[in-house]
């Protein structure tokens, strides 16, 4: 009798249609890609599903839009009837951002950058520390200091000896204003590479990261072209190229003038480029020059990190090109500023090459 064979059963695996949350992924990076045009990024995302078949007869593209608006993404512009992204839309953007580039960060206490050494008069006291030559009397506590005189001295004759004094010792608040510098260049899409798109990424992370983990510090934000202008936190997410030279002077012209406004002691600008500076502005006329590094552009961009650094001001440059010559720009600029750089492929935001001049070193992180 022929027995019957069973094998092993491997179902159709049933596709899993996306709901909200998944599409709500994809809709926010085409957002972006999109400079906040919802439309266009609706358009999008309608193609993917007809061609990815990304929803199914549960829930819909429309009904995916209608929890947009209800759910505070999109509203519409008043007067007009458009329906344009919310904050919440363009804040949502930045922390997916902030958790593609940085991972989870540690939960830390706000306003804190470590650092060695003690702080000034009005800082938080928190402890003490022996007496040591070029102290100020004014940082003796007297209480501990006639404490340790009494016990060395014991019932004999007191006196105070400089073994005896301590100083207080109180943590340093180390709030830092910084400038976020952004190129929107031409360049940043030229030859059909798209780098406006992960510079803008590697922008929201870090805007991300300072208002939340250090909210006591404070941020501007530039973008530079022919010229530079600041920009609200609010529109990093829609920024978009334009057809503009790489002024990266003016950019840096602004963010010192925007750092002499404020009153925090440690200043540093953060710059994300592609690494070329093609441009000058001299009166009302543009001197340009796209073939290369022009000596003129670039001696006064040298100048003006060796200005930064003699107003200790570091520069760290976040370069998204791994254009051999534009990084020894960078290399360049770097070393005139003593700040740090950072290199990265289109493709791999999180392994940035750390330049450190500062310490003479490179290391991976």
Same mark, same amino acid.
């Given at each position: 009798?022929?027995?019957?064979?069973?094998?092993?059963?491997?179902p159709?695996?049933?596709?899993?249609?996306?709901?909200?949350?998944?599409?709500?992924?994809?809709?926010?990076?085409?957002?972006?890609?999109?400079?906040?045009?919802?439309?266009?990024?609706?358009?999008?995302?309608?193609?993917?599903?007809?061609?990815?078949?990304?929803?199914?007869?549960?829930?819909?593209?429309?009904?995916f839009?209608?929890?947009?608006? &209800?759910?505070?993404y999109?509203?519409?512009?008043?007067?007009?009837?458009?329906?344009?992204?919310?904050?919440?839309?363009?804040?949502?953007?930045?922390?997916?951002?902030?958790?593609?580039?940085?991972?989870?960060?540690?939960?830390?206490?706000?306003?804190?950058?470590?650092?060695?050494?003690?702080?000034?008069?009005?800082?938080?006291?928190?402890?003490?520390?022996?007496?040591?030559?070029?102290?100020?009397?004014?940082?003796?506590?007297?209480?501990?200091?006639? &404490?340790?005189?009494?016990?060395?001295?014991?019932?004999?004759?007191f006196?105070?000896?400089?073994?005896?004094?301590?100083?207080?010792?109180?943590?340093?608040?180390?709030?830092?204003?910084?400038?976020?510098?952004?190129?929107?260049?031409?360049?940043?899409?030229l030859?059909?590479?798209?780098?406006i798109?992960?510079?803008?990424?590697?922008?929201?992370?870090?805007?991300?990261?300072?208002?939340?983990?250090?909210?006591?510090?404070?941020?501007?934000?530039?973008?530079?072209?022919?010229?530079?202008?600041?920009?609200?936190?609010?529109?990093?997410?829609?920024?978009?190229?334009?057809?503009?030279?790489?002024?990266?002077?003016?950019?840096?012209?602004?963010?010192?003038?925007?750092?002499?406004? &404020?009153?925090?002691?440690?200043?540093?600008?953060?710059?994300?480029?592609?690494g070329?500076?093609?441009?000058?502005?001299?009166?009302?006329?543009?001197?340009?020059?796209?073939?290369?590094?022009d000596?003129?552009?670039?001696?006064?961009?040298?100048?003006?990190?060796?200005?930064?650094?003699?107003?200790?001001?570091?520069?760290?440059?976040?370069?998204?090109?791994?254009?051999?010559? *534009?990084?020894?720009?960078?290399?360049?600029?770097?070393?005139?500023?003593?700040?740090?750089?950072?290199?990265?492929? *289109?493709?791999?935001?999180?392994?940035?090459?750390l330049?450190?001049?500062q310490?003479n070193? &490179?290391?991976?992180?």
């Amino acid at each position: 009798m022929t027995g019957i064979e069973f094998l092993a059963f491997s179902p159709e695996e049933k596709k899993k249609e996306a709901g909200f949350e998944q599409l709500l992924d994809i809709f926010l990076q085409l957002l972006g890609m999109a400079g906040g045009d919802a439309a266009q990024a609706m358009s999008w995302l309608t193609s993917l599903d007809n061609q990815h078949k990304l929803t199914g007869k549960g829930y819909g593209i429309g009904d995916f839009y209608e929890d947009l608006k &209800r759910k505070g993404y999109l509203e519409e512009k008043p007067g007009e009837g458009a329906v344009i992204p919310s904050a919440k839309a363009g804040q949502a953007i930045r922390k997916k951002s902030l958790e593609d580039i940085f991972g989870k960060l540690k939960k830390a206490a706000p306003g804190n950058h470590s650092i060695r050494k003690g702080g000034n008069e009005g800082d938080d006291f928190v402890g003490t520390r022996a007496f040591s030559f070029g102290d100020s009397p004014e940082e003796i506590e007297f209480s501990e200091s006639l &404490r340790n005189a009494q016990i060395r001295n014991g019932s004999g004759d007191f006196s105070l000896w400089e073994k005896d004094l301590v100083i207080k010792e109180r943590e340093h608040k180390s709030q830092t204003s910084t400038v976020l510098m952004i190129d929107i260049s031409h360049s940043m899409i030229l030859y059909g590479e798209d780098r406006i798109t992960p510079a803008k990424k590697v922008a929201m992370a870090l805007a991300e990261f300072i208002t939340t983990r250090f909210p006591k510090d404070t941020l501007d934000i530039l973008v530079f072209g022919n010229d530079a202008w600041e920009i609200p936190l609010k529109d990093l997410p829609w920024l978009e190229v334009g057809p503009y030279h790489t002024n990266t002077v003016a950019g840096l012209e602004l963010a010192m003038d925007l750092l002499r406004r &404020r009153k925090n002691a440690n200043k540093q600008i953060l710059m994300i480029t592609d690494g070329k500076p093609t441009c000058l502005k001299e009166g009302a006329r543009y001197y340009k020059n796209s073939f290369g590094l022009d000596q003129k552009i670039l001696k006064r961009t040298l100048q003006l990190a060796g200005q930064c650094r003699r107003l200790k001001i570091p520069v760290t440059t976040f370069m998204i090109a791994r254009d051999p010559w *534009l990084q020894d720009f960078v290399r360049d600029f770097t070393e005139a500023n003593q700040g740090r750089a950072y290199f990265s492929g *289109l493709d791999e935001l999180g392994s940035f090459v750390l330049e450190d001049f500062q310490k003479n070193r &490179r290391k991976k992180v």
